[in-house]
């Protein structure tokens, strides 16, 4: 009998589990929320991820389950534990990747290197800490924030008035998060894989570059990366991995600062945009390293296949025909880049792809990725 994997989201990341999930004979079920999304290939129910009857059915039809995103509530995923069935990554570390203050806490408590940060609960003191960093400062929604979502740089209190005024009518209080305004040099990413039996795996440290708070592009791995910078980046990330307990697949968003340091940005328990580039450049790609964790098999070899790998998102996509409509071209002009599609329409700022090259050359790779990229774009 196959394993069964459950996923609960219907998005790319789901879908991008089809595949290896075929080459393992694994069986992919998906809980999606609606008709027609990404992963509607393997999705074998929609309803409600916030229902915990829904989930409980799903899930009891599968051996294992998973997420293709963070959103499931705590009480929820309590439910399908107290069932009986595993859940990877599970409640106690998930809460870490859904409430950004609980997240910056724990992580303090580990002694992982952060920015300066504060919770804080009106005006007076957010204020308060701006005019002691330097007079601008970023504030942050504790849940449900992503690509950009949630985020606010500000110079003065009341450019959150609006953020306070929904905590208060939430009626059950609440604060927001502050953090310095870090000067950095660049963006980087650590992946971390680790299976319930304590199995890690660490994928190189790679370079990041966001667009309008969206990952557009990502280097692996990160260029001018030195062995301090390397294995400072491993260490944050395996430490944080077992630190929270995480199962499955780990990203770790972290900043260089122009002073050498490295900083933890934000977390993901679950495959990443960061780690897209392992499908095709990565001996094991991070969606069949996921379905290897989460099913507590020995790991695969997170090595790359070649020197350097860049992938760069699709973002958008045209306005005037379908995705599928650009392939010959792009594919005649660049033959070695891997396209992938994400069975999405074509929308404003929506990843709705992404182009993977690798090779022996870090500037031809990078030239040929946003090149094939640029003809999905109007």
């Not at 107290?82 to 408590?109: N, S, T, W, Y």
């Not at 996921?290 to 090595?303: I, K, M």
């Amino acid at each position: 009998m196959a394993l069964r994997v459950g996923v609960v989201g219907g998005g790319q990341l789901a879908r991008m589990m089809i595949a290896p999930a075929v080459e393992l004979g694994v069986e992919l079920r998906v809980l999606a929320e609606d008709e027609g999304m990404s992963a509607a290939l393997a999705a074998t129910a929609v309803g409600d991820y916030r229902d915990a009857e829904t989930v409980l059915a799903f899930a009891r039809e599968v051996d294992v389950l998973t997420f293709d995103h963070e959103h499931v509530p705590q009480e929820v995923l309590a439910a399908v534990a107290d069932a009986g069935i595993p859940v990877h990554p599970g409640a106690a570390a998930l809460r870490f990747a859904q409430d950004k203050l609980e997240m910056r806490a724990r992580l303090a408590e580990l002694g992982m290197p952060q920015p300066d940060w504060a919770a804080v609960s009106g005006t007076d003191e957010l204020q308060a800490f701006i005019d002691a960093h330097g007079g601008r400062a970023v504030v942050k929604t504790p849940r449900g924030g992503y690509d950009g979502k949630g985020v606010r740089v500000v110079s003065a209190a009341t450019e959150a008035e609006d953020w306070f005024a929904a905590l208060a009518e939430d009626a059950r209080g609440g604060q927001l998060l502050v953090e310095e305004l870090v000067d950095f040099t660049r963006e980087l990413a650590q992946q971390v894989a680790r299976r319930p039996s304590g199995e890690t795996a660490v994928y190189p440290v790679v370079q990041t570059l966001q667009r309008d708070g969206v990952c557009a592009e990502v280097v692996a791995p990160a260029p001018h990366a030195g062995a301090r910078l390397i294995e400072v980046a491993a260490q944050v990330g395996t430490a944080i991995a077992s630190g929270l307990g995480v199962t499955g697949m780990l990203a770790v968003e972290l900043f260089e600062t122009t002073d050498d340091r490295i900083l933890v940005n934000e977390l993901a328990m679950r495959p990443h945009n960061s780690g897209h580039w392992t499908q095709d450049g990565a001996v094991t790609g991070q969606f069949e390293q996921h379905l290897r964790a989460v099913l507590d098999l020995p790991l695969g070899d997170p090595s790359p296949r070649h020197p350097w790998s860049a992938m760069v998102n699709i973002l958008g996509g045209p306005r005037t025909d379908a995705l599928t409509d650009r392939f010959p071209a792009a594919m005649d002009e660049h033959p070695a880049a891997k396209i992938h599609t994400y069975g999405k329409a074509p929308r404003p700022g929506r990843k709705v792809g992404h182009v993977n090259c690798a090779g022996d050359d870090l500037d031809d790779v990078v030239y040929q990725a946003r090149a094939a990229a640029a003809f999905f774009a109007d």
